[in-house]
């Protein structure tokens, strides 16, 4: 009979995907492995080779919108913990997160040996407690978690970033030829590049010749909509994820800030043009193994603030980005034979 192995991240679907290398060295061994999801990331917990089956918890000490902690609320959360009787847990974070709080829930709900990335003493709470220095990507992070554990990825795998295979056919959605994606949402405005700019990259893109398809959730369909105008195949709050990594990898280039389509181009392997807020390293959250290109201001007085909204008027880390800069960069990352002559 497989050993269960519970992986927790609970926060954003680009954190989710940044522990798939990790999770696929689990599921290597031979594992059944569950991952313990936030209502963010789940959707795309169920894209990642590996796994067998999500649990979906929206974490008072992680969500951005955090709920009131509440007692029954939990005792659901360790009765299903416990129905699935696993032998071991791994608590993915971020380098500023805890792992602490987490790991006593599941210490409650009977898991006997619990890992994690932790520069707190955790007493009893943890089995393995896991330290790593440095700025180091977020999904080697997490794969040294994984690896201390006793975990490794099997040979060929190089661990980049992937999905399931078998993604679905949106040339319904997208239209027949070549395209280059625009996603102007991000989960946190202090990372968004400013609407007009995405509006003036889709007409100058589409002038340039070339098809331009707009992408955005559920809640970004007014935004989408203004940015594509007349000059885009507006997608926003048409896809699901797994159809939004189809439209990914389907594209020449993705224009995306830090935010979960940029992890999800890079699992499909598309480069991707990063308009990027230094509010959190682009060492830690770049594009991961993926050609790419970093704009914005990484000096900026936002450094490192992990701020989401804002907190510089103007908002110059990114203001200070032109819309022919970055439809240059497009160029340059889009493969020579994919290029319109000048």
């Not at 709920?67 to 416990?82: C, F, H, I, Y």
């Not at 006793?150 to 070549?178: E, F, H, I, K, N």
Request: hydrophobic share 45%; proline share 8%.
């Amino acid at each position: 009979m497989k050993h269960r192995v519970l992986c927790v991240r609970l926060d954003n679907a680009g954190d989710v995907l940044l522990a798939g290398p990790a999770i696929r060295a689990v599921a290597a061994s031979g594992a059944a492995v569950t991952v313990l999801a936030g209502p963010s990331g789940a959707e795309a917990a169920r894209l990642l080779p590996g796994v067998e089956d999500v649990i979906e918890w929206r974490c008072p000490w992680v969500d951005l919108d955090p709920p009131a902690v509440n007692s029954g609320d939990l005792a659901l959360l360790k009765m299903q913990l416990r129905l699935r009787e696993f032998s071991s847990a791994l608590v993915f974070t971020s380098f500023h997160q805890s792992p602490l709080p987490t790991a006593l829930v599941l210490r409650l709900a009977g898991i006997d040996w619990i890992g994690a990335l932790s520069d707190d003493y955790p007493g009893s709470l943890l089995n393995l407690r896991h330290r790593l220095e440095g700025d180091h990507p977020e999904a080697e992070r997490a794969l040294s978690l994984a690896e201390a554990a006793g975990y490794q990825l099997p040979a060929g795998d190089d661990g980049a970033l992937r999905v399931r295979s078998g993604l679905p056919d949106v040339r319904a959605l997208t239209g027949d030829g070549p395209y280059v994606v625009l996603h102007p949402g991000t989960s946190a405005p202090a990372r968004a590049w400013p609407e007009d700019r995405f509006t003036e990259l889709a007409r100058m893109l589409r002038a340039a010749g070339r098809r331009v398809v707009v992408t955005g959730g559920p809640g970004e369909a007014s935004l989408t909509r203004r940015v594509s105008a007349a000059a885009a195949v507006d997608l926003g709050g048409k896809t699901s994820m797994t159809e939004l990594a189809a439209v990914l990898g389907g594209a020449l280039a993705v224009v995306v800030g830090n935010t979960g389509p940029a992890h999800l181009a890079a699992a499909v392997g598309t480069p991707v043009v990063s308009l990027f807020a230094p509010t959190v390293p682009a060492a830690r959250w770049a594009p991961y193994r993926v050609p790419s290109l970093i704009l914005g201001d990484q000096f900026a007085a936002c450094r490192d603030t992990r701020a989401v909204a804002c907190p510089v008027p103007g908002h110059p880390c990114l203001s200070s980005v032109p819309a022919a800069r970055v439809a240059d960069a497009v160029s340059t990352l889009i493969p020579s034979a994919e290029r319109i002559p000048a």
